[in-house]
């Protein structure tokens, strides 16, 4: 699919809600009109840019970062989305997706333009994807376990599933501009004529008051972030009536947080979804509001379980990573590396294989044990790891944070006591460290690094 196919239904919404609200940033609102406008003037203005540059967009969510990604994709350039939140992490990023031109955009009246002295790309995935005559779009994975991965997507594939035509909700955009979860909602939002909010920041909060400010519909979240709304009690301080779905994802949901949601939103439907940077986000169904079984698919996607790993085939798959090797099978399908359980047509995650805790042959996942401690009314979070043992090869430890209005003495023994009543021996933490602090990652998930 070609550049102006992949952008024109786009294009042709902007035109039909000309008048209507697109986006929502620093307390202004912009017309789909607005982002016309400045898609015409960055059309005109990005001479330097050609099909098949490697063009990072280092920003976030703006007007005129939108209207910038809008530009390169209809260019068949290869975009490299980057959050200038964190531009020490990024100079790895430039190197590994051989960047030859980054648009750092500071603010709306601040915007630098860098060019590189590499020569056209020599990844041969870049070639393909030039061949083609269609926009790329690079993403990088977290790194936690080293240099992060680089998967280069052809970006008509992942905007194809935007021209079937949605209900759209106003919309807080809270996942990240160089992650496809944000950029999924972003596009979703705009191709059905909705309106997103942009934050200035993502802490429970701000998030509340916008939600209240601007009768906000939809949040898409981390249940990472949800714990923190809900130990905040932040929901306490606004009119969060207007909510109709929370939708949850990049990281397994807690039963007790689950549960939680529930209590205190009795009348906003909870949806699970899940998607992987190497393959956008499927269509999904959960059993009910109260269930962690999901039901996985839609257009281009199929999924099938294979020795308790999920794998998935999709159109949309990335055409492959520019620095590891290929993670899909011969026959195509994408080994995602999560742990599951199978109801019928219903899934649950488990956890991922590789935070697998091998006590003694026994297999554990932390986040069984996670559900277990969250339970404890003084206990606000907590992660669970393993850490090497000469006896059992692992063994189970917490770190706990608390309340901090009981003894620490008696917090430990209050874990041991319950985690005892309620798991296998093997299964009970042998070390239970306490702290007051989060486990938060800076892209709102649970941080395993240890």
Sequence with gaps: MSA?????????????????????WHDTAFSYSYLLTRINYWRDNLNDVRQGTIVGLEGDFSPESIAILFVLI??????????????????????????????????????????????????????????????????????????????????????????????????????????????????????????????????????????????????????????????????????????????????????????????LFPGVKLQQTYGLIELGVMRSKSENNGSLWVKLGGEGFQARVVEGILQIKSDAAMIGYLNAQSPFTDDGWFITGDSVEVKGEYLKILGRKSELINVGGEKVFPQEIENVILEIPEVTDVLVYGENNRLTGKIVCARVSYNGVEEKKEIIQKIKTYCRLKLQAFKVPVKIELTEAGFESDRFKKSRNN
């Design 4 to 24: 102006e196919n992949s952008i024109s239904d786009f294009l042709s919404v902007f035109k039909l809600y000309q008048d209507s609200t697109a986006v929502i």
């Design 74 to 263: 209809e260019k068949n350039a290869i975009t490299v989305p980057l959050d200038i939140n964190h531009k020490a992490k990024n100079e790895s990023k430039y190197e590994i997706a051989q960047l030859e031109i980054l648009i750092r955009i500071n603010d709306e009246n601040n915007i630098e333009f860098i060019k590189w002295h590499n020569s056209s790309a020599q990844n041969e995935f870049y070639k393909l994807l030039i061949e083609r005559k269609s926009p790329g779009l690079v993403l990088f994975t977290s790194g936690s376990a080293g240099e992060p991965k680089a998967a280069l997507h052809d970006f008509s594939k992942l905007l194809a599933k935007f021209s079937i035509k949605r209900k759209a909700l106003r919309t807080i955009n809270f996942l990240l501009f160089d992650h496809w979860g944000g950029l999924n909602t972003l596009f979703h939002v705009l191709s059905n004529g909705g309106a997103v909010v942009i934050l200035d920041n993502r802490t429970p909060d701000h998030v509340c008051e916008l939600i209240e400010k601007y009768k906000v519909e939809l949040l898409p979240a981390s249940p990472t972030f949800l714990n923190m709304l809900i130990f905040s009690r932040a929901y306490e301080k606004y009119n969060l009536e207007s909510l109709q779905i929370i939708s949850y994802g990049a990281e397994p949901m807690p039963e007790t947080l689950l549960s939680h949601l529930n209590r």
